[in-house]
């Protein structure tokens, strides 16, 4: 079983930047991608960026420029730089990790973009 702790949510103005952390626990026997997806109301969960563990990573197009996903192994914590912030990027956000033992999800934390 893994669990993940996420933090780093909350309400900002357009234009704004905030990051957010995903921290790895359990057991993890190899973790090979960490990501995050965000879910807006009335929406379908959609990916935002995906970090492998030799740090390759793909982004959405709605973030790519504005958002750096980045990872520390030696912690499994995954964090989310989100600069340029617009009020469509209002959801909850999930950390999603793939590892050889599966797929684990966090419980969400929520950016909400607004004046």
């Known amino acids: 079983q893994v669990q993940l702790v996420e933090s780093g949510g909350g309400l900002v103005q357009p234009g704004g930047s905030l990051r957010l952390s995903c921290a790895a626990s359990g057991s993890i026997f190899s973790i090979i991608t960490m990501g995050w997806y965000r879910q807006a109301p009335g929406k379908q969960r959609d990916l935002v960026a995906v970090?492998?563990?030799?740090?390759?990573?793909t982004y959405a197009d709605s973030v790519k420029g504005r958002f750096t996903i980045s990872r520390v192994n030696t912690n499994d914590t995954v964090y989310l730089r989100m600069n340029s912030l617009k009020p469509e990027d209002t959801a909850v956000y999930y950390c999603?990790?793939?590892?050889?033992?599966?797929?684990?999800w966090g419980q969400g934390t929520q950016v909400t973009v607004s004046s």
């Open positions: 970090i492998t563990r030799g740090s390759s990573t």
């Open positions: 999603r990790v793939v590892s050889t033992a599966g797929s684990s």
